[in-house]
């Protein structure tokens, strides 16, 4: 048993009402289509709760973040078990500065903590 253990779902039990009902898009498996190409299988969604937000003008000039670029936070627990949200993926989350309207951003960037309680993910 380790320190960590039941971190995320007590994250998902503590501040599971402050974040907004989301969905992450996980692309299907690539297979060869026979001519040197690919075709992706159906994409996978997952719901889970997010909360949208923007970077600080200071982290954006120091780390070169661009200014259309949005932050998502998703608590870990509120994706099935195994499923982390990686780039290339899709994350559709409430956008406050479009009245709470569903926008869907591609993820670009993810980071998170050990225990896997909060994915930060840099989404465009």
Do not use: E, H, L
């Given at each position: 048993m380790s320190i960590i253990d039941g971190l995320a779902a007590e994250a998902l039990a503590d501040f599971g009402e402050d974040f907004e009902s989301g969905s992450l898009t996980v692309p299907g498996?690539?297979?060869?289509?026979?001519?040197?190409?690919?075709?992706?299988?159906?994409?996978?969604?997952?719901?889970?709760?997010?909360l949208l937000t923007d970077y600080s003008d200071f982290r954006r000039q120091t780390l070169g973040i661009p200014a259309t670029d949005r932050q998502v936070l998703v608590l870990g627990a509120s994706l099935p078990s195994g499923i982390i949200p990686a780039a290339g993926h899709k994350i559709t989350a409430p956008d406050p500065g479009k009245g709470l309207l569903p926008t869907t951003f591609d993820v670009i960037a993810k980071t998170g903590d050990p225990a896997a309680a909060l994915y930060k993910l840099q989404a465009r």
């Open positions: 498996t690539r297979t060869p289509d026979g001519q040197g190409g690919f075709i992706n299988g159906p994409a996978t969604v997952y719901s889970c709760r997010v």
